[in-house]
């Protein structure tokens, strides 16, 4: 580099070095930042799924409900029972344990005998809650790369309406220097270099917000994807296409993880009715006790069955059955409700994404193009005489916010594609494009 300069500055003017240097400083910047690693949206998706403490405690939670499940098939634990009975407290024998034939220490040992069917509906309960885990499971899977896609699209085009807003600040100064100039050479009026003036400052006020949006999106990407925020973000995904057939949208929506959670949670109210009918026939028990008296006297044993009397059964058994059963109406009546809503939310978005891709194109197509090229023409009657400099800053004002509003409607239909295309959590993302 050292010698680059040597030989520039025998055969170049400075001017043409300084423009030379600048140019290769330019060129050493551009090649370190395509050198650079880029963040994509899948990429920060994959992260955002690791670091998620969500996914770990909903793995606890299907742990958790598999272990009861097994715990719940078991018998119950048997009942060690140890007593002294007939012990004298008055009269010569008061409080000896072998003199009284009628004194005995007494051994026991006691098991409730719970039915198979009533057992099983236990398991068939928390195995139930074990898939509803599992179910929750997708549904938080679906929600961080959902969350994490409206992350990476906010910040995204926040940079592009920055990047949009600044350069017509570097324009705006140039205008500034030249209204300068015209007012000092009588050309031109103090009103119309106010005006640049004027023009300046509301652009830089602009940017200034669009600068904090961009902060702001950071914040939130890193919410999720933690270190590594801060990266260049890698081309536009393709936002213009949905990744599922709307075809069969019904069936797919019936298959969508947080209808499928109420669809799981209508299958635990099944087992807990299931398991209140069981109730209904009371569970037996049998105990049997060693009785040791004293050595003057024979030991015994005794044999006994215990079986409780369901007395009450219209108001305790059957209510609990009839709580149970309306509970299983009401998970149903939800899940169709639900799925009703989501449906109709759903077909909603996909009109609201679609209307925006119409006005992205006629954008793009007429209203964009159309505000740049009044810009040159309104610049070159002021060129040439013809125009005042407040009618170039209004034209120029007007192309910027005409690009900043085409992509922020490009925004709000990415954010529409982002929550349509991450519904399932197996969705994938679409193809990232190149970054011009």
Not at 61 to 87: C, F, S, W
Request: charged residues 30%; proline residues 3%.
């Amino acid at each position: 580099m050292h010698s680059i300069l040597a030989c520039c500055r025998v055969a170049l003017p400075a001017r043409r070095i300084a423009k030379f240097v600048a140019g290769m400083l330019a060129l050493l910047i551009w090649q370190a930042l395509q050198a650079a690693p880029s963040l994509t949206l899948a990429e920060a998706q994959r992260r955002a799924l690791e670091r998620s403490r969500q996914i770990s405690a909903q793995d606890s939670t299907v742990i958790a409900a598999r272990e009861m499940a097994v715990a719940a098939g078991q018998l119950p634990d048997p009942v060690l029972k140890l007593g002294l009975d007939n012990l004298p407290i008055d009269g010569p024998d008061a409080f000896n344990l072998t003199r009284d034939f009628m004194t005995q220490r007494r051994f026991g040992l006691a098991q409730e005998i719970t039915r198979d069917e009533k057992r099983r509906a236990r398991t068939a309960r928390y195995e139930r809650e074990a898939e509803r885990a599992q179910v929750e499971k997708h549904a938080t899977v679906a929600v961080i790369r959902k969350e994490t896609a409206l992350a990476w699209l906010d910040r995204y085009y926040s940079e592009a309406m920055a990047a949009a807003s600044g350069g017509q600040i570097g324009q705006a100064r140039l205008e500034i220097e030249a209204a300068d100039a015209a007012y000092r050479a009588g050309r031109g009026s103090q009103a119309d270099a106010l005006a640049a003036r004027s023009t300046l400052v509301m652009l830089e006020d602009k940017q200034s917000e669009l600068e904090r949006r961009v902060r702001s999106a950071k914040i939130m990407l890193a919410r999720w994807i933690g270190e590594g925020a801060d990266v260049p973000l890698a081309g536009e995904p393709g936002v213009d296409v949905i990744a599922f057939d709307t075809a069969n949208l019904g069936d797919r929506l019936a298959r969508h993880p947080q209808i499928s959670v109420l669809g799981k949670q209508e299958q635990v109210a099944e087992a807990e009715a299931r398991l209140a009918r069981a109730n209904r026939t009371a569970d037996w028990g049998v105990e049997l006790s060693y009785s040791q008296r004293g050595p003057a006297f024979s030991n015994m044993v005794s044999i006994g069955v215990s079986i409780p009397l369901q007395w009450d059964q219209k108001n305790r058994q059957d209510r609990e059955l009839a709580s149970k059963l309306a509970q299983l109406d009401q998970t149903k009546a939800l899940r169709e409700e639900a799925l009703r809503a989501h449906e109709a939310e759903v077909r909603a978005m996909m009109e609201e994404w679609q209307n925006g891709r119409r006005r992205e194109a006629r954008y793009a197509r007429e209203l964009v193009p159309l505000a740049a090229e009044r810009t040159q023409a309104v610049l070159a009657a002021y060129r040439g005489g013809k125009a005042a400099l407040t009618d170039v800053l209004a034209a120029r004002r007007n192309e910027t916010e005409l690009r900043i509003q085409s992509l922020q409607l490009r925004a709000d239909t990415a954010r529409l594609w982002a929550q349509l295309n991450f519904l399932d959590p197996d969705m994938p993302v679409a193809n990232q494009k190149e970054q011009p």
